[in-house]
């Protein structure tokens, strides 16, 4: 029986990074963007209405970060760097609007109401500890993996 070659691990690790990769960076890019188009839904209005202060700075602030770090993450560019950024504006999100649901309505409520939440958070994590992988831009300008 032979075991199973490093090579194909490695080529199969960096197919996933690739994709969470993408998940995680299209997700923020899109949101970042919404905050700029519909500010009232998603970017100052959004954080007037949790209370957060100065919602109008706020809001673009949050919004460049999400569109900067989302397009960075989904080239593979300087992912570590990136991807902190995200894991604080979800630690945000989750203190800010999460909390609240919790006392609220419950456990389940906010388990169902923030899983998409919770996957960026841990893709993020997990793009933080692992890095971009072999397709991307970190790989080719810098060698890095």
């Given amino acids: ?3 199973p070659s490093n090579k194909n691990n490695s080529a199969q690790f960096s197919n996933t990074l690739i994709l ?3 998940v995680v ?9 919404q905050k700029f188009i519909f500010p009232e ?21 949050v919004a460049s970060f999400e569109v900067l770090c989302g397009l960075a993450i989904s080239l593979g560019f300087l992912t570590r760097l990136a991807v902190i950024p995200t ?3 979800m630690l945000v999100a989750f203190a800010t609007t999460k909390s609240q649901v919790f006392y609220d309505k419950g456990f389940w409520e906010l388990m169902h109401g923030s899983r998409t939440d919770w996957a960026m958070l841990l ?3 997990y793009l933080l500890i692992h890095g971009s992988g072999k397709w991307s831009l970190d790989k080719i300008l810098f060698g890095k993996k």
């Fill in 41 to 61: 839904l998603r970017g100052a209005g959004r954080f007037e209405s949790i209370g957060l202060p100065w919602p109008e700075f706020l809001g673009y602030w």
């Fill in 123 to 125: 893709c993020s994590i």
């Fill in 1 to 3: 029986m032979t075991k």
């Fill in 25 to 33: 960076g299209f997700v923020f890019l899109s949101e970042g963007i």
């Fill in 87 to 89: 894991i604080i504006i």
């Fill in 20 to 22: 969470i990769r993408f």
